[in-house]
């Protein structure tokens, strides 16, 4: 009686961690990895960072550079104000509170986007409902268009990146970015 043959088990590739899945990148581009040091500990670490929206329109030169810049200064204030509402535990908890007290830069940075949001007409206007959620957020323009739009209406696409362009100008002159113009 003839044995039965055992066939030879391929060990499966192990997946490189230190690269973006394939799941990842047919999901959107990514930058090269760029080599800094950690702030806090100084130890050299490579980021990559996903191509964004506002990155994209630079690169097919839909914005200027100000305007860009303009952007990611709020959307950095908007994450230092914690308004992007990712709830996180801290690490150290003082016996005795119960919540967490915002910090002096938590509180200058809310007063920032809170002066921002009034230079584009507050909250409720179309510029402020575009930088809260697709500059704050990051939220895909398209899905801000869909989902949220202007006062609750759906608004066509090629209309909403117009109205990203006019917030980051408007951004672009609060910050100092670009010279303000005088009316004739």
Request: proline share 7%.
């Given at each position: 009686m003839a044995g039965k043959?055992?066939?030879?088990?391929?060990?499966?590739?192990?997946?490189?961690l230190s690269k973006p899945s394939q799941w990842r990148l047919q999901h959107g581009g990514f930058s090269e990895p760029m080599r800094e040091a950690d702030p806090e500990t100084g130890t050299p670490i490579a980021?990559?960072?996903?191509?964004?929206?506002?990155?994209l329109m630079l690169a097919n030169g839909t914005i200027t550079p100000p305007m860009h810049e303009a952007g990611e200064i709020f959307r950095g204030l908007f994450r230092r104000a914690a308004l992007d509402g990712m709830s996180h535990?801290?690490?150290?908890?003082?016996?005795g509170k119960t919540a967490d007290a915002l910090s002096e830069r938590n509180i200058e940075a809310?007063?920032?986007v809170a002066a921002a949001l009034d230079v584009l007409g507050g909250h409720d206007s179309a510029a402020g409902s575009c930088a809260w959620y697709v500059i704050g957020l990051?939220?895909?323009?398209?899905?801000?268009a869909m989902r949220e739009g202007w006062g609750g209406r759906p608004v066509p696409s090629p209309q909403a990146q117009?109205?990203?362009v006019a917030t980051l100008s408007v951004l672009a002159a609060h910050f100092r970015l670009t010279p303000r113009q005088r009316a004739a």
């Open positions: 043959r055992m066939t030879k088990r391929v060990a499966k590739p192990r997946e490189d980021h990559r960072r996903a191509v964004d929206t506002l990155g535990s801290p690490l150290i908890r003082m016996p809310r007063r920032r990051e939220m895909s323009v398209r899905e801000w117009g109205m990203l």
